[in-house]
């Protein structure tokens, strides 16, 4: 049985992220170990964040995960982002 909780809970920007304001946010998706880890980077104007967010067994699927964190992380910052 797999549990899907934890999926479809949505999750916020870390904290550290909220103390700025992000100009621009990225998500990455890198193999490791047999896996695929998602990672998000935010552009601030002093320097660049980069966090780890999870991982997934799949491309596909860490590829989506990655769509939708970027597509809610930008709903979370503030002002147009390319503009």
Do not use: C
Request: hydrophobic content about 45%; proline content about 5%.
């Amino acid at each position: 049985m797999i549990a899907m909780a934890d999926e479809a809970t949505p999750r916020q920007l870390p904290t550290e992220f909220n103390n700025e304001h992000a100009l621009d946010v990225q998500t990455v998706v890198v193999p490791e170990n047999g896996r695929w880890a998602v990672e998000i980077v935010v552009v601030f104007a002093d320097g660049v964040v980069r966090k780890r967010i999870d991982t997934h067994h799949t491309e596909a699927r860490a590829q989506l995960s990655a769509q939708l964190i970027k597509r809610a992380a930008e709903r979370e910052i503030q002002g147009p982002l390319h503009g």
